[in-house]
T-cell receptor
Framework: ETGVTQTPRHLVMGMTNKKSLKCEQH?????MYWYKQSAKKPLELMFV???????ENNSVPSRFSPECPNSSHLFLHLHTLQPEDSALYLC???????????FGPGTRLTVT | QQQVKQSPQSLIVQKGGISIINCAYE??????FPWYQQFPGKGPALLIA?????SEKKEGRFTISFNKSAKQFSLHIMDSQPGDSATYFC?????????????FGTGTRLLVSP
């Protein structure tokens, strides 16, 4: 276990649904990340939070909405997704002075 | 454009052999180069990393070799074992950011045959 947990592990949702992904880190880190992992593509950085403030938004569509209520928790709110949004969504954390990122197991999302 | 090019896309090695995965970087920051290992159903896990003040770093059967002039770094897995079968990702720091962010390669799927 890396100390980063994600729920749910699997999610199937229709294009009109609203759902949320949850990430929790138990490492005492102060930075958290959302990545999208699609087959045969590099990991795509979506959002970065440092000290609960968003510091990066890599031109992600507004149907993805992150929330970081404290340094241990990170959410990704999803609404009106498209089938091409189906992917593995990974959460990671780090201490902001370190490049060492620790990943959770991911949420496998399928949009039907 | 900042990117990391990784090869090969897939690799089959016999047990006991040497697995070699290569990465070339462009326009990235120059201070940290990690390799991540990912098993099916798991997130990527940091395997080994190098800072460019050295040309090689070894941890057990895993070695990173760094070639500054060629802007390349590679992962060598000695005495490869079936348990090493996984997907491996290289990464490099993004340039000109006030924060520690990484850009990843596309991954190499390694299969070590018994």
């Amino acid at each position: 276990e890396t100390g980063v947990t994600q729920t749910p592990r699997h999610l199937v949702m229709g294009m009109t649904n609203k759902k949320s992904l949850k990430c929790e880190q138990h490492l005492g880190h102060n930075a958290m990340y959302w990545y999208k992992q699609s087959a045969k593509k590099p990991l795509e950085l979506m959002f970065v939070y440092s000290l609960e403030e968003r510091v990066e938004n890599n031109s992600v569509p507004s149907r993805f909405s992150p929330e970081c209520p404290n340094s241990s928790h990170l959410f990704l709110h999803l609404h009106t997704l498209q089938p091409e949004d189906s992917a593995l969504y990974l959460c990671a954390s780090s201490q902001d002075t370190s490049y060492e990122q620790y990943f959770g197991p991911g949420t496998r999302l399928t949009v039907t | 454009q900042q990117q990391v090019k990784q090869s090969p896309q897939s690799l089959i090695v016999q047990k006991g052999g040497i697995s070699i995965i290569n990465c070339a970087y462009e326009n990235t920051a120059f201070d940290y180069f990690p390799w991540y290992q990912q098993f099916p159903g798991k997130g990527p896990a940091l395997l080994i990393a190098i800072r460019p003040d050295v040309s090689e770093k070894k941890e057990g059967r895993f070695t990173i070799s760094f070639n500054k002039s060629a802007k390349q770094f590679s992962l060598h897995i000695m005495d490869s074992q079936p348990g090493d079968s996984a997907t491996y990702f290289c990464a490099a720091p993004l340039l000109n950011t006030g924060f520690q962010k990484l850009v990843f390669g596309t991954g190499t799927r390694l299969l070590v045959s018994p």
